[in-house]
């Protein structure tokens, strides 16, 4: 770096802001992993859309009785909606992250806190899912107990709902072990990296 990179850097930028060309270097290394975090977002978009169409279709595919069909795409209309909120959301975290032109040290404070949040918001969306993973489990398993001869509702042994509400326990869980798994190795590595660059700023 000469001495005109030097001067550029410092008319570029007023107070706090001024970053010396070692530096700019260093907070535009923060670029790597902010694209695998695009590249992820991305990825999620396709995968959310397709979930959402192959659920649309399944009651096709099992020939649910019609009056299942009203329930199941009155659940499904619920979860359509809770799904189009978050996903809006992370589309607009994409747009801004696209924008993103690292340069300062506050746009990776501002870029770092705004990937926290969102991951955090993405783990909300996980849970906020959950409720309809176990409505789904619990109708699947009713109308797989419902195709056995004489089956009557009311026949429910203590043990079917011991396993019933053992379903719903292991959903729970299984969903929050696998959101916290899923966020730290799709976002939270890389969030992790930007947290470094910004670590060796401060010591600096």
Avoid: H
Wanted: charged letters at 20%.
């Amino acid at each position: 770096m000469d001495f005109n990179d030097i001067q550029n850097a410092w008319n570029n930028e007023k107070g706090e802001n001024v970053v010396l060309p070692n530096n700019l270097e260093r907070i535009q290394s923060a670029n790597t992993p902010l694209d695998k975090i695009r590249k992820n977002i991305k990825g999620e978009f396709i995968y959310q859309i397709i979930s959402i169409v192959f659920l649309g279709f399944v009651p096709l595919f099992y020939n649910f009785p019609e009056k299942m069909n009203i329930l199941y795409y009155l659940l499904f209309t619920f979860y359509v909606l809770v799904c189009a909120y978050y996903i809006t959301r992370f589309y607009l975290f994409y747009k801004r992250l696209s924008a993103i032109t690292l340069k300062t040290k506050d746009s990776l404070y501002e870029t770092y806190f705004d990937i926290r949040l969102n991951m955090e918001l993405y783990k909300t969306f996980g849970f906020a899912l959950t409720p309809f993973l176990i409505l789904y489990l619990i109708g699947f398993f009713y109308y797989a107990f419902s195709k056995i001869p004489g089956f009557i509702a009311n026949e429910f042994t203590n043990y079917q709902l011991i396993a019933l509400f053992s379903i719903v326990v292991f959903s729970m869980l299984l969903m929050g072990i696998s959101l916290e798994l899923w966020v730290k190795k799709f976002y939270g590595k890389y969030a992790g990296e930007i947290r470094k660059v910004i670590d060796e700023l401060k010591e600096e």
